[in-house]
T-cell receptor
Framework: AQTVTQSQPEMSVQEAETVTLSCTYD???????LFWYKQPPSRQMILVIR??????QNATENRFSVNFQKAAKSFSLKISDSQLGDTAMYFC??????????FGTGTRLKVLA | EAQVTQNPRYLITVTGKKLTVTCSQN?????MSWYRQDPGLGLRQIYY???????DKGDVPEGYKVSRKEKRNFPLILESPSPNQTSLYFC?????????????FGQGTRLTVV
């Protein structure tokens, strides 16, 4: 079975601090992709960062970076210098090449002023 | 502007009254899909389409229908809505269904069935 697990339903962080959101996954596919999506109160699903499984280098997008541990099947998201606009629900997602995303249950992040 | 457009954004309906949620993309994407989002469950796939006239069931297809007569449109049909279909629905598209680059999501449709 292909699964994505986000074990932190809610988190909070002080503005300008760093926070890490956890995600573990399971798949038997060898070629897959991992994503973090952000869903602010507007409900729009916004791609934050993308990692291809065959690339060992961790993806980085400005203040957002991932720690991709392929053997451990772990894919955590680090947000540096947190901003109020980072307040949102964050979904970890797996694309195993089978015509669908497998989403985690989400982590609600609140950035405190 | 490249986008996926869903309509309506909000809908309240009564049990049993047929409804359609439209989805249109302007990126010439082959792959389109529908998801529903429920608290504590994340997003789950309802149906997907690999190209025109090619559709298949996702994880939670019961009570839904889809069609793909044109490449740009992928409507979601609820023939006889029930309260357990109250949810937030997303349409998404990608260039293909196999090699994934990024999925583009619509704005979401909040459906309430009373």
């Amino acid at each position: 079975a292909q699964t994505v697990t986000q074990s932190q339903p809610e988190m909070s962080v002080q503005e300008a601090e760093t926070v890490t959101l956890s995600c573990t996954y399971d798949t038997s596919e060898s070629n897959y992709y991992l994503f973090w999506y952000k869903q602010p109160p507007s409900r729009q699903m916004i791609l934050v960062i993308r990692q291809e499984a065959y690339k060992q280098q961790n993806a980085t997008e400005n203040r957002f970076s991932v720690n991709f541990q392929k053997a451990a099947k772990s894919f955590s998201l680090k947000i540096s210098d947190s901003q109020l606009g980072d307040t949102a629900m964050y979904f970890c997602a797996l694309w195993p090449g089978t015509y669908k995303y497998i989403f985690g249950t989400g982590t609600r992040l609140k950035v405190l002023a | 502007e490249a986008q996926v457009t869903q309509n309506p954004r909000y809908l309240i309906t009564v049990t049993g009254k047929k409804l359609t949620v439209t989805c249109s993309q302007n990126m010439n994407h082959e792959y389109m899909s529908w998801y529903r989002q429920d608290p504590g469950l994340g997003l789950r796939q309802i149906y997907y389409s690999m190209n025109v006239e090619v559709t298949d069931k996702g994880d939670v297809p019961e009570g839904y229908k889809v069609s793909r007569k044109e490449k740009r449109n992928f409507p979601l049909i609820l023939e006889s809505p029930s309260p357990n279909q109250t949810s937030l629905y997303f349409c998404a598209s990608s260039p293909t269904g196999t090699v994934n680059t990024e999925a583009f999501f619509g704005q979401g449709t909040r459906l309430t069935v009373v």
